[in-house]
């Protein structure tokens, strides 16, 4: 199975993945930096600057397979959603 490695980048700043992770193909790979990027916006510190992140996904030979931008894993709320006051 390939190797991804998911590289963190807020603003000038990269945070790299030095291990990555097996996964069976990039729509994997895609769906484990949607799980990690909403598990890092649950936490409640820094959550306006990780807006502004970018999550990397690079494979074994360095090639960038997909940038996903934190502020696209929110999922905005629904009709159906209740309203929270």
């Known amino acids: 199975m390939p190797r991804y490695f998911f590289h963190t980048q807020i603003g000038d700043d990269l945070i790299t993945d030095p291990t990555g992770i097996e996964l069976r193909d990039p729509d ?43 502020s696209e894993a929110v999922t905005p709320p629904t009709p159906d959603d209740p309203i929270l006051h």
């Open 28 to 70: 994997e790979a895609w769906e484990k930096a949607r799980h990690t990027i909403r598990a890092a916006l649950r936490e409640q510190r820094d959550q306006a600057r990780l807006m502004t992140a970018c999550l990397i996904v690079a494979d074994a030979a360095g090639e960038v397979v997909l940038e996903f931008p934190f």
